[in-house]
T-cell receptor
Framework: AQSVTQLDSQVPVFEEAPVELRCNYS??????LFWYVQYPNQGLQLLLK??????LVESINGFEAEFNKSQTSFHLRKPSVHISDTAEYFC???????????FGAGTRLAVHP | GAGVSQSPSNKVTEKGKDVELRCDPI?????LYWYRQSLGQGLEFLIY????????KSGLPSDRFSAERTGGSVSTLTIQRTQQEDSAVYLC????????????FGPGTRLTVL
């Protein structure tokens, strides 16, 4: 069965520092990968997704993630974080033509001034 | 346009009571999902509806849980004889169709079973 592992439950970082949130998925014939963000007291929002094509995908607010098939990873990165990036980030996967999402446990990103 | 809406936003109930949670998907979305977010289990898939096809109920934790979707739009998740372990945030999502379409999530219903 498909599974998703987020290696860090919490990541504290200072403002303007770079950050990487790690995500690994179990290997599958075909896999689609997503990062969702949940800001405090808000619902889940899609940040970015990988379906096919270029292995590097970007969001509108400066995050990017790279699909690495050999490492079965989909790590999320941002070169310089803002206080407003403080949130919980969930990596998710689905496979084949069926998009029941399997979520990781989440990583709480705390950006400090 | 309007996003996915859920009601109520909060529900407090006593153990053993039945509860109904409602989800209004984005207009025109044919796929609808229910997930549960709890401290111990994280985000778990519960059930999935796609058009007129039979729903995928593989994620429902027990036979106390059921869901229906009327007219291909509004969905109701019902929990009978609630238990304390049912306390969680219940999230609904919808997407245009099956496949790789983005799922849009509602704000959730926070259920507390006393």
């Amino acid at each position: 069965a498909q599974s998703v592992t987020q290696l860090d439950s919490q990541v504290p970082v200072f403002e303007e520092a770079p950050v990487e949130l790690r995500c690994n998925y179990s290997s599958s014939v075909s896999v689609y990968l997503f990062w969702y963000v949940q800001y405090p007291n808000q619902g889940l929002q899609l940040l970015l997704k990988y379906l096919s094509g270029s292995t590097l995908v970007e969001s509108i607010n400066g995050f990017e993630a790279e699909f690495n098939k050999s490492q079965t990873s989909f790590h999320l990165r941002k070169p310089s974080v803002h206080i407003s990036d403080t949130a919980e980030y969930f990596c998710a996967a689905t496979s084949g033509g069926y998009n029941k999402l399997i979520f990781g446990a989440g990583t709480r990103l705390a950006v400090h001034p | 346009g309007a996003g996915v809406s859920q009601s109520p936003s909060n529900k407090v109930t006593e153990k053993g009571k039945d509860v109904e949670l409602r989800c209004d998907p984005i207009s025109g979305h044919t796929a609808l999902y229910w997930y549960r977010q709890s401290l111990g289990q994280g985000l778990e898939f519960l059930i999935y509806f796609q058009g007129n096809s039979a729903p995928d109920k593989s994620g429902l934790p027990s036979d106390r849980f059921s869901a229906e979707r009327t007219g291909g739009s509004v969905s109701t998740l019902t929990i009978q004889r609630t238990q304390q372990e049912d306390s969680a945030v219940y999230l609904c999502a919808s997407s245009q169709q099956m496949g790789t379409d983005t799922q849009y999530f509602g704000p959730g219903t926070r259920l507390t079973v006393l």
